[in-house]
């Protein structure tokens, strides 16, 4: 009964993700043709994002690890772990006055209607081509230096092995700090590992524990920012808290 009830709440998603996509596409598609525009249109992203995230019945609890705060006047590299397709909707909600780019896979692209809007919003790169890549640095920093910040899941994808906590880092969220001199805003998403894997069977909703773990400032070396946000990220996911 439970996984009947499990896959109804995963066919809940894609019917309430349909409609939301369908409601907000024409305002995010028209304001995301000029970037002057994006910050209006990164306004209609976070309701997208907000709707979805509550929509499917979680909520979270801030648990803030430095005495550090975010300038609303300064884009950030952001990164976190990347357990769920969920982890995408949280920085949209904890970042009402940044404008964020996501860094994503160019095979979405391939969705219908969301593939239209994604490609316009996100900087795309294809995993299997190093000029891609490469390229990521310079479009990001382009979106960085007209106000935005990008959003960077370091682990590069979701393991398959389920029993890793938390997997390597790629080096591309630190050499685009170092780089390009922009701070790093460190996250922790715990929870949705189990509360939304990517197992359909499987998942519930709940209180995701976000840990705001640092701001690590670029002028380290990328070898010791890539190396403390590993390790502050890993202690929040093993971590005992009440």
């Keep these: 009964m439970r ?7 995963r066919f809940w998603m894609v019917v309430m993700g349909t409609v939301l996509t369908i409601i907000f596409f024409f305002p995010v598609y028209v304001l995301s043709i ?19 995230f509550y929509g499917m ?19 950030y590299v952001i990164i976190s772990n990347h357990t769920s397709i969920m982890d995408v909707m949280l920085p949209c909600i904890l970042f009402p006055n940044h404008p964020l780019c996501y860094v994503g896979k160019k095979e979405l692209v391939k969705i219908p209607v969301f593939g239209t809007v994604y490609k316009r919003v996100c900087v ?6 190093a000029r891609s890549r490469a ?27 389920t029993s890793i906590i938390l997997d390597n880092f790629k080096d591309g969220a630190f050499i685009l700090a170092t780089k390009h001199q922009f701070p790093i805003a460190v996250y922790t998403f715990r929870g949705l590992k ?11 909703p709940g209180v995701v524990k976000v840990f705001f773990n640092d ?9 010791t920012l890539k190396e403390t946000a590993y390790e502050e990220i890993r202690l929040s996911l093993i971590e005992k808290i009440e």
Excluded: H
């Design 215 to 223: 701001i690590l400032t670029p002028d380290l070396s990328l070898k």
């Design 3 to 9: 996984t009947i009830l499990v896959y109804l709440w």
């Design 194 to 204: 189990e509360m939304f894997p990517f197992d359909n069977s499987k998942g519930y």
């Design 57 to 75: 019945g979680f909520r979270y609890r801030l648990i803030n690890k430095t005495n550090k705060k975010i300038n609303k006047s300064q884009p």
């Design 34 to 52: 000029r970037q002057k525009d994006y910050k209006t249109c990164y306004f209609f992203i976070r309701l997208w994002a907000i709707a979805m």
């Design 135 to 161: 390229d990521v640095y310079r479009r990001c920093a382009e979106r960085m230096q007209k106000g935005q910040s990008i959003v960077i899941f370091p682990e590069g994808g979701v393991p398959d092995d």
């Design 124 to 129: 795309m790169v294809d995993r299997n081509s």
